[in-house]
């Protein structure tokens, strides 16, 4: 893992990011991946998996749950914009799914 930092990055990095982030996309100016699921249960039991994982790195995503679907989107919003810390999340996100 990359030292992890709070600056806002290049558009080649974000490129880059989303490179190794399979079905993430950039929407609204957010890292975002909407997950599907056989059920809404397993897609809350993941919503949950994906707070206790955004806790451990202390960086925290939007997540919309909705009926056999979760939507994770991750944006640092004091640094105006995409950081390696959303990649980071992301990354941790898909490791779950």
């Keep these: 893992?990359?030292?992890l930092s709070y600056d806002k990055l290049s558009d080649a990095e974000v490129k880059e990011g989303l490179s190794g982030l399979p079905g993430w996309s950039l929407?609204?100016?957010?890292v975002t991946k909407e997950?599907?699921?056989?059920?809404?249960?397993?897609?809350?039991?993941?919503?949950?998996?994906?707070?206790?994982t955004a806790d451990k790195l202390n960086h925290?995503?939007?997540?919309?749950?909705?009926?056999?679907?979760?939507r994770v989107s991750f944006v640092t919003h004091d640094a105006g914009?995409?950081?390696?810390y959303d990649?980071?999340?992301?990354?941790?996100i898909q490791a779950l799914a």
């Design 1 to 3: 893992m990359t030292k």
């Design 27 to 30: 929407k609204d100016g957010m």
């Design 35 to 52: 997950f599907a699921f056989d059920s809404y249960s397993a897609g809350l039991v993941f919503a949950v998996a994906c707070g206790h």
């Design 60 to 70: 925290h995503p939007d997540l919309f749950v909705g009926y056999q679907k979760v």
């Design 81 to 84: 914009g995409l950081t390696a």
């Design 87 to 92: 990649m980071e999340a992301a990354r941790r």
